[in-house]
């Protein structure tokens, strides 16, 4: 399936105001379950709306014989001794041990991370330029 096609079902389907999104090629298929990849992307946004005011830009680009997906933030980001953590079970990053009012397990990133070792992927926290964070997963691009 088409990883960009994908990204904006998803942010179609959200009946939210969709952040930019930006889609570099025409096609970027990648092989894989369509409710795990879907999972992929809502959870990522789930996140931004729930710690960082929402996403400001979804992005999807060929990298390297990658499908990459980018999904940048503009909240406090995310410190660098807590970006692996935060894709453990139950790990809620700088929330830990405030329950708070959103309703957050700590489930919704390490499900992100089990999805994409699923399909081969990867998964990281980098810096958004600007300030915030970059959410970014990186799936194997199908070959054609």
Same mark, same amino acid.
């Given at each position: ?29 990648? #092989? ?18 729930? !710690?960082? +005011?929402?996403?400001? %830009? ?6 390297? @014989? !990658? ?9 406090? +980001? ?13 790990? #809620? ?9 959103? +309703?957050?397990? @700590? ?14 992927? #990867?998964?990281?926290?980098?810096? #958004?330029?600007?300030?915030?964070? %970059? ?10």
């Amino acid at each position: 399936m088409d990883l960009g096609v994908l990204v904006r079902i998803v942010l179609d389907v959200r009946q939210r105001t969709p952040p930019v999104v930006e889609v570099e090629g025409a096609l970027l298929l990648v #092989r894989g379950d369509r409710r795990r990849l879907d999972r992929i992307v809502a959870n990522l946004l789930d996140n931004a709306d729930r !710690y960082a +005011g929402g996403s400001v %830009r979804v992005a999807v680009a060929d990298r390297d @014989g !990658y499908a990459r997906l980018e999904v940048d933030d503009a909240g406090p +980001g995310v410190p660098p001794d807590l970006r692996e953590r935060v894709f453990e079970r139950f790990a #809620r990053g700088t929330q830990a041990g405030h329950r708070g009012q959103d +309703g957050g397990s @700590g489930l919704g990133l390490a499900l992100v991370a089990q999805h994409v070792r699923h399909h081969d992927g #990867r998964v990281w926290i980098e810096d #958004r330029p600007g300030g915030g964070a %970059r959410f970014v997963v990186e799936l194997p691009l199908a070959d054609g």
